[in-house]
């Protein structure tokens, strides 16, 4: 019998390819698969928040760094047993602030060249794959478009072409 998606919990998660110059801001995480290895900052949308605010809350959290959402760059869709996750990449402009890890769920935060984590044994391979492809990905950009009609309070409508 083949696994039936629908049944599944859907969860969505967002995370930030920010760069300075050719230094990706990259965090270990203290928990889970990737456990101490170089990931992008990343977190999964909480009730009534959009993915973009999910997105700046989670790198300003997690890293310190206050960041501007831009273009949709990646997507990420895994289905497992028990499980049906989406994650978003987002190229990120950097505002302001320095790394530093939150202590609890990363113990590292920094910008580290690219080339380093291109072949570094601590980088994730999602790392690795996205540090080799999302430099020159040009993505979707978020458009102005509204639906008409009015919308609840707290509605978020998001459109990427």
Request: proline content about 7%; aromatic content about 8%; glycine content about 10%.
């Amino acid at each position: 019998m083949s696994l039936n998606v629908a049944t599944l919990p859907i969860t969505v998660g967002v995370g930030a390819f920010m760069t300075r110059g050719d230094r990706l801001l990259v965090v270990r995480r203290t928990y889970g698969a990737l456990r101490g290895l170089w990931t992008i900052p990343s977190g999964y949308v909480e009730p009534a928040e959009s993915v973009v605010a999910t997105l700046e809350r989670e790198i300003q959290e997690e890293t310190g760094i206050s960041g501007r959402a831009g273009p949709l760059v990646g997507v990420r869709h895994r289905v497992a047993k028990g499980m049906n996750d989406t994650f978003l990449i987002f190229r990120m402009d950097y505002v302001s602030g320095e790394p530093h890890p939150d202590g609890q769920e990363v113990s590292a935060a920094d910008f580290v060249p690219m080339s380093e984590l291109a072949s570094a044994e601590d980088s994730a391979p999602f790392t690795k794959a996205m540090v080799a492809r999302m430099p020159s990905a040009r993505g979707m950009n978020l458009e102005p478009y509204q639906p008409p009609g009015r919308r609840a309070d707290g509605e978020s409508y998001l459109l990427y072409l």
